[in-house]
């Protein structure tokens, strides 16, 4: 497994910097082909949502974010729409909102712009090479009247194979055919006949994004033209959806120590390590802050940084950049490459503290998973240090960080297209957060807190937005005591994982103190576990290596389009007789759409339930297995009915431990969320 402290209290909500008076998405799809989609007439009136949904449901909750989005699907095209598919291994499965638009050579999709704008981001996906490691592809990107441009897209760091830890080749053979798989219901090695495995197997991974400076601001109204050009090397380019920036203009430091002083190349031709290395040493000696101005660095190992702040023009215009090294002998640590990222010193060398590192990206080369590998964008351990407005991409956590260490704020920080975690608060971190922060297309958790060894304290998560997790959760606590989780936005997880996890894992210390899960809202989550062959739930609680009992209460959030259940509670086959979990608390729940349950239950233990209001529920509202031995006596986990609860999903007859058991039930796809009135 590649797996602050802030309170909420007090805080301003978190809005959107953008008002969502955009007229809703559904009526604004041209279909594929007809006449409004292939003449060149004004542009639709844009479509902002969050997540893919309609703004005034997310109010509150997730990053505070200086672009609007918007869903290709929703735009005008001369492509084709995919989707909606909720399945692992498809591109519209992976896409934010579950839909994305297919474009042949020569088609095209327009955006109108809902505000004055001079950046993008698109999210897209084009073919991997026929033998793997990706290829690359022009896409003409014009706006208003401007001359067009041209984006050089890759997949090079996309499309993984196979079975965890995954590999770039989609001609391999099964990483691990002495583990059960579903395509066959069997452990291929243990078969006969040995099973045909269809290649490649299990593609996944499959978007990437790509930001681009305009270099003048266009006013709202302009439309935005995507086409794959005729000629192009791919096959069909996916367009998924499309950011809207106004970025501020470069910052800059006059009385700083300026990196360029001590030998930095800013055009990336020449390596700066040495140069930061120096330029650092020499900011800590006279303790001013070390500015990286615009320009692209290129630096191919981490820098190590101790009492010391380093501040970039802006994550648009000052980047550093790095390619992956091979290692001539593996490092101490296991690492058998190096390269770009700032790291604090080992905690076993006593960490490092006072780092301040604000305004700038870190561009990475990682390609493949190497689970010992140090190839983060940010690492090590930072006490009492702050992580601010950066954008961190192709490495293979964003920031990974060993405790013990105390004391780390992550705020206004982008990670996008990691191999592994988004950010892993791993052994030890206390009285540390991150907030206002946006992770999309984690290749595991995207933001996660692992207790291993030594345990977590006092931490929080808080309004962020978590965008398609490929792998996992989107937030997992594994273990910890006094922990926070709080005005989220999580969409889209795909497979083997869902939108939050509470989960006894990983050899974690217990769960103790106040957990707290409060004020976020899921949409799509609930998916289907590929091992188990069942469906999870948007929360879900998982006892493995001990049984979860600590004060646990979850309150005030929005589970919405669930794939399948939207709470779950489970325990391992292997240990469902040792493990409970016990005395979570839900209240101030809002339940629009499951595919199948409210309420999956399969473990002993118990969980109580006050104003948790459920609707267009799939199945029974309760499915409650218990420990799976069916006792005369009812199911081995109890529920609770505090008050309040409506939607008819908590009737008297499933309580308090009525055995409804259905392993698998029929998904019922349920509409989509409304507004509350």
């Avoid at 291929?188 to 045909?196: E, I, S, W, Y």
């Amino acid at each position: 497994m590649q797996r602050s402290v802030e309170g909420t209290a007090g805080r301003r909500p978190c809005v959107p910097r953008i008002l969502a008076a955009a007229v809703t998405a559904a009526a604004l799809v041209a279909p594929p082909g007809s006449a409004a989609a292939a003449t060149a007439t004004p542009g639709p009136a844009p479509a902002v949502t969050r997540a893919a949904l309609d703004p005034a449901l997310v109010a509150g909750r997730g990053a505070t974010v200086d672009y609007v989005e918007q869903e290709a699907e929703n735009a005008r095209t001369t492509g084709t729409v995919i989707g909606p598919d909720r399945s692992a291994y498809t591109l519209a499965g992976e896409a934010s909102g579950r839909r994305a638009v297919r474009l042949l050579p020569g088609q095209y999709v327009e955006f109108t712009l809902p505000r004055a704008t001079n950046a993008l981001t698109v999210r897209y996906s084009i073919p991997d090479a026929p033998g793997g490691g990706g290829i690359t592809a022009p896409l003409r990107v014009a706006v208003g009247r401007a001359p067009a441009r041209t984006m050089t897209l890759t997949s090079q760091y996309a499309w993984l194979y196979n079975q965890y830890p995954f590999t770039n080749d989609p001609d391999a053979d099964l990483l691990h055919p002495d583990w059960w798989i579903t395509e066959c219901s069997c452990v291929p090695a243990a078969t006969t006949p040995a099973p045909v495995i269809t290649k490649p197997f299990r593609p996944h991974h499959f978007y990437d994004e790509q930001r681009l400076l305009l270099g003048r601001t266009h006013r709202a109204g302009e439309v935005v033209r995507l086409t794959a050009p005729t000629g192009t090397a791919a096959a069909w380019t996916v367009i998924d959806l499309l950011d809207a920036h106004l970025v501020a203009p470069p910052r800059v430091l006059p009385h700083a120590v300026n990196v360029l002083a001590f030998g930095a190349d800013p055009t990336g031709r020449r390596e700066s390590a040495a140069a930061f290395d120096r330029a650092v040493a020499y900011a800590r000696r006279v303790d001013r802050p070390l500015y990286l101005p615009p320009g692209t660095f290129q630096v191919n190992r981490h820098v190590i940084v101790d009492d010391v702040t380093i501040v970039g023009a802006g994550s648009w215009y000052t980047v550093v950049k790095g390619r992956e090294v091979a290692l001539d002998t593996p490092a101490p640590d296991g690492s058998r490459h190096t390269g770009v990222g700032f790291y604090g010193r080992d905690a076993a060398d006593g960490g490092s503290r006072h780092v301040h590192l604000s305004g700038f990206a870190i561009e990475g080369d990682v390609r493949e998973r190497i689970d010992t590998d140090q190839v983060n964008a940010i690492g090590g351990a930072l006490n009492h240090s702050t992580v601010d407005g950066l954008y961190l991409h192709h490495t293979k956590v964003g920031m990974w960080f060993d405790g013990p260490m105390t004391g780390l704020r992550v705020t206004d920080t982008v990670i996008a297209d990691q191999i592994a975690d988004g950010l892993n608060f791993h052994t030890g971190v206390t009285h540390s957060s991150v907030t206002d922060s946006v992770v999309r297309n984690s290749g595991d958790d995207a933001l996660a807190m692992w207790s291993e060894g030594t345990a977590n304290a006092s931490n929080t998560f808080a309004y962020n937005t978590v965008q398609s997790p490929v792998l996992a959760n989107g937030i997992a606590l594994y273990g910890g005591t006094d922990l926070t989780v709080a005005h989220n936005l999580i969409a889209d997880p795909v497979r083997e994982g869902s939108a939050i996890q509470i989960g006894s894992r990983f050899g974690a210390e217990p769960f103790a103190g106040r957990i707290r899960v409060t004020g976020n809202t899921t949409v799509r989550a609930g998916t289907y576990d590929l091992n188990w062959n069942i469906g999870l739930g948007a929360i879900w609680f998982y006892a493995l290596d001990r049984s979860i009992d600590a004060d646990i209460q979850v309150s005030g959030d929005a589970y919405l389009d669930n794939t399948y259940n939207a709470i779950m509670l489970v325990s391992d086959w292997p240990v469902k007789d040792n493990v409970r979990i016990d005395n979570v608390r839900f209240r101030d729940i809002r339940v629009d759409g499951t595919g199948t349950s409210v309420v999956s239950a399969r473990t002993a233990g118990g969980a109580s339930f006050a104003d948790v209001d459920a609707r267009n529920v799939g199945a029974v509202g309760v499915n409650n297995c218990g420990s799976f031995h069916f006792t005369p006596a009812g199911s081995e986990f109890g529920l609770t009915d505090l008050g309040g609860n409506d939607g008819g999903w908590l009737a008297p007859w499933l309580l308090p431990n009525t055995i409804t058991c259905d392993d698998r039930p029929p998904v019922v796809p349920p509409p989509p969320p409304s507004t509350p009135t």
